[in-house]
């Protein structure tokens, strides 16, 4: 997972700029569309995107579509029964069959979002293809981010976009097609941004995402900020948040004021009393649903992707993000995440969260424990403290 020049990242917020974007490349592409999606629902949105994949393939185009079988679940099976029938080469990923059925194989989904078009345009982020209306308490959009890449970044992009195919189609038992095309990734530098495709997985990345944030963290020098809906990270990055503002960093955490999991969300305000005793600032962001995972270092890193920081997206998802080493495009995030929380987000402090009630504290440590005890099922509780 190279650093790479010569690329152009270009910041998409919200369903409103990346649905469309999504689909005028679809519909620019000649030859081929690669697509990794966790959500892939059946709702307006999903029927954009799907009638624009039905295009490309009477045009001519090579469509492949890989969905997790547990993010994907609630989507209609004539949804992409359809899709297969138009043409769309469409494959699931670790199929849920089982409803009742535990198991650390079971929890190890795909739960990346990527899209490939010609080897020359990719979208790398944290939005599922499904409305970004859905809340019902809000007349807001969920809040999310991704990004449209150009570059040599994108060769290992397709490169493990290529592998996880490989990989589904022999489990299930399929062969590559006669006619298929051998698609060749444009290496010419697209823009000046330098840029790092960064994945983890249960093989040779598996702390690679973790690593990132730890390294960007460990280097800042005057502010870190950092946007997550499912905050639950282990004692090495936490220690290295700690350092920071020990030092005299800025650490902002923007975390979800609205909570689709409530015990996640319980578990994590466990961890408050130490961060706000650090002088770190929690903010919670109550306008909407917030679902993105970004960051941003010095005004001089930022990720942008998939990778929640929570033992799921740190030890059994398959994950990707991109890492971008630019003072305008950091500026440009940070700046978009200022405004959202100027306008949705509610700071927590330090004295009105230690006048919590003795029920609220119990509700929260014992959310904390059961995420504890499932983090000790699946592997992941030696890097809790």
Excluded at 29 to 53: K, N, Q
Excluded at 166 to 194: I, Y
Excluded at 277 to 291: L, P, R
Aim: glycine share 6%.
């Amino acid at each position: 997972m190279k650093i790479t020049d010569g690329n152009r990242v270009t910041l998409l917020k919200n369903g409103a700029e990346f649905f469309p974007a999504v689909v005028a490349a679809i519909d620019a592409a000649a030859v081929d569309v690669r697509i990794e999606m966790y959500i892939f629902f059946d709702d307006a949105t999903g029927i954009f995107i799907a009638e624009a994949l039905v295009r490309a393939v009477k045009r001519g185009v090579a469509v492949r579509v890989l969905i997790d079988g547990i993010g994907s679940k609630a989507t209609s099976p004539a949804f992409f029964v359809a899709m297969r029938d138009a043409g769309v080469n469409l494959m699931v990923f670790r199929p849920d069959h089982r409803r009742f059925h535990f198991s650390k194989t079971r929890l190890r989904r795909n739960h990346r979002k990527i899209v490939l078009i010609d080897g020359r345009v990719g979208f790398v982020g944290g939005i599922n293809f499904i409305d970004d209306m859905t809340d019902s308490l809000s007349e807001h959009p969920r809040f999310d981010y991704a990004v449209r890449v150009e570059g040599p970044v994108l060769m290992d992009t397709y490169h493990s976009v290529n592998q996880l195919w490989t990989w589904v189609m022999l489990r299930h038992l399929r062969r590559k097609p006669a006619d298929e095309p051998a698609l060749t990734v444009d290496p010419a530098p697209a823009g000046n941004h330098r840029a790092q495709f960064v994945v983890r997985d249960n093989f040779r990345h598996r702390h690679a995402i973790e690593a990132i944030y730890r390294q960007a963290i460990t280097h800042a020098q005057s502010s870190v900020l950092i946007v997550c809906a499912y905050f639950l990270p282990g004692r090495r990055l936490r220690r290295r948040l700690l350092e920071a503002a020990a030092r005299g960093v800025k650490v902002t955490i923007l975390l979800q004021g609205r909570a689709d999991h409530p015990l996640l969300q319980l578990a994590t305000r466990a961890l408050y009393s130490q961060l706000l005793g650090a002088n770190i600032t929690v903010c919670e962001y109550q306008k909407s649903m917030m679902h993105a995972k970004v960051a941003v270092v010095d005004d001089a890193w930022a990720t942008v992707g998939s990778s929640n920081l929570d033992p799921f997206s740190l030890f059994l998802n398959r994950e990707a993000n991109i890492a971008v080493f630019d003072t305008g495009f950091a500026r440009q995030l940070r700046e978009s995440i200022m405004a959202e929380m100027e306008t949705g987000g509610v700071i927590c402090m330090a004295e009105d969260w230690h006048k919590r009630t003795r029920w609220v504290r119990l509700q929260s440590w014992f959310a904390y424990g059961i995420a504890r005890w499932v983090a000790g099922l699946i592997g992941y509780a030696k890097h809790w403290e």
